[in-house]
């Protein structure tokens, strides 16, 4: 399996590796990575990686999770140069994308935390992006005046400059310890062994395997954009970073 270098660095910019295998000649394993494969309503990293031995980059358009393995795929342009397994390279995030994304997951957890407590809904998913995110949940009595309340709560609590903390634990000792796995209503799968746990202090902790700041005072603070019924106690809320 890849090594998953951003689980517990969700700083690190840069890295080195070895190419593993090269499917379609553009589709490429390495045996670690820094780059965040799409899952969790989280967007891909995006970058480039240089092989060592000429300086030959490789720009890396998407990487997704699939049996294990990370795949990273190259660009179109850069198929004919011809990564093989064995190469040694340097791997470079696209830091701008990756820090957004970051500071979208952990707002996003302080305010579901908040729709969550307030309301008793269950989160029934998110989608992250650079421009605004979403978060949906399942809740019958849809009062939209109250949603200003809870951006006000969510802006409060990130405004204490909360440490957020990731740390690793066996699945059976994160299901003995903690109350929740989740907020989402789909729950957590039990074939994952290891769990990624993310605590904001005093706030909310649960597994989560996204990228996320290391204190809350990296967001400035949320706004919420719209709010939309999408059926049957199916509501989605849309909100956006405060710069």
């Keep these: 399996m ?3 270098l951003y689980f517990l660095d969700c700083y690190l910019k840069e890295f080195k590796a070895t190419v593993e295998k090269v499917t379609d000649d553009r589709f490429v394993v390495l045996d670690r990575t820094a780059f965040y494969p799409e899952s969790g309503g989280q967007p891909s990293d995006t970058g480039k990686i240089v092989r060592q031995s000429d300086g030959a980059e490789f720009d890396i358009l998407y ?20 990564l093989e397994a064995g190469d040694r390279v340097k791997g470079f995030i696209d830091w701008d994308r990756r820090y957004r994304h970051m500071c979208m997951h952990t707002a996003t ?4 935390n908040v729709i969550e407590k307030e309301t008793g809904a269950q989160i ?9 995110s979403r978060v949906d949940f399942s809740l019958e009595i849809f009062d939209r005046e109250k949603f200003a309340e809870y951006e006000r709560i969510a802006n409060e609590l990130i405004a204490r400059k909360i440490p957020v903390n990731l740390y690793l634990i066996s699945h059976k000792e994160a299901k003995e310890k903690l109350s929740r796995l989740t907020t989402l209503a789909k729950g957590f799968s039990d074939e994952i062994e290891e769990v990624r746990i993310v605590e904001i202090e005093g706030v909310t902790i649960e597994a989560c395997g996204g990228t996320h700041v290391k204190n809350t005072e990296e967001i400035k603070g949320i706004k919420i954009t719209k709010l939309q019924n999408k059926g049957k106690s199916n509501r ?8």
């Excluded at 029934?124 to 605004?132: A, Y």
Aim: proline fraction near 0%.
């Design 2 to 4: 890849t090594e998953t």
């Design 63 to 82: 990487a997704g999770k699939f049996n294990g393995e990370i795949s990273h795929e190259i660009a179109g342009e850069n198929i004919s140069d011809g």
């Design 109 to 112: 957890h302080v305010i579901a």
């Design 124 to 132: 029934t998913g998110n989608q992250l992006g650079l421009d605004q």
């Design 236 to 243: 989605r809320m849309y909100f956006t970073l405060i710069n």
